[in-house]
């Protein structure tokens, strides 16, 4: 069965730099989404990506975080000065539609530790 | 806004014993609900969902979940509960319009013991 694959699966950077988490979607899938779950907490919506653009964000989705479908297999999403609240687990989904016939599927996430 | 409530961050049943695990939604539109697990260091897999059709919801794995509207509640059942089914469950609601963005409760963890 196709698989949503996110890398790395951890990943340790210190207060104030960039990172990106990468993500390989579902291969016909249209629909792309990050999530991420602070240890001990909901897990929550960040942003959904289609058609190349953002579609809705969340207010947690600030200036400091981005999304980029840079080739026609990756969906990455980017912060540009971490903090050390931004310590998560992050979900990468990918859905074929929007409605309630294309569900989401989660790939395993990747665990950002902010030092 | 929608939210849903799941009871019970933690619940402990023997190998052989039924799975309830609770979850109660609010919502201002009928809602689409769905039961997600979570095996460790895993993803989130989806369990089954309710879309306004039959209100009891067979999934995966021998889970099924009742959609009552009077208690609006969705909880998730299991006859006789596996050690494979230890794991996270999160009970997630999402606007009708678009089944895509979820929001979820903060999870419940099901021990199995012999």
């Known amino acids: 069965e196709p698989e949503v694959t996110q890398t790395p699966s951890h990943q340790v950077t210190q207060m104030g730099q960039e990172v990106i988490l990468r993500c390989v979607p579902i291969s016909n899938h249209l629909y792309f989404y990050w999530y991420r779950q602070i240890l001990g907490q909901k897990v929550e919506f960040l942003v959904s990506f289609y058609n190349n653009e953002i579609s809705e964000k969340s207010e947690i989705f600030d200036d400091q975080f981005s999304v980029e479908r840079p080739d026609g297999s990756n969906f990455t999403l980017k912060i540009r000065s971490t903090k050390l609240e931004d310590s998560a687990m992050y979900f990468c989904a990918s859905s074929a539609g929007q409605f309630y016939n294309s569900p989401l599927h989660f790939g395993n996430g990747t665990r950002l530790t902010v030092t | ?114």
């Not at chain 2, 019970?8 to 919502?27: K, M, T």
């Not at chain 2, 009928?30 to 895993?42: D, G, I, T």
């Not at chain 2, 050690?83 to 963005?101: I, L, Q």
């Open chain 2, 1 to 114: 806004a929608q939210s849903v409530t799941q009871l019970g961050s933690h619940v402990s049943v023997s190998e052989g014993a039924l799975v309830l695990l609770r979850c109660n939604y609010s919502s201002s539109v009928p809602p689409y609900l769905f039961w997600y697990v979570q095996y460790p260091n895993q993803g989130l897999q989806l369990l089954l969902k309710y879309t306004s059709a039959a209100t009891l919801v067979k999934g995966i794995n021998g889970f099924e979940a009742e959609f009552k509207k009077s208690e609006t509640s969705f909880h998730l059942t299991k006859p006789s509960a596996h050690m494979r089914d230890a794991a996270e469950y999160f009970c997630a609601v999402s606007d009708p319009g678009t089944a895509s963005k979820l929001t979820f409760g903060t999870g419940t963890r099901l021990q199995v013991t012999l």
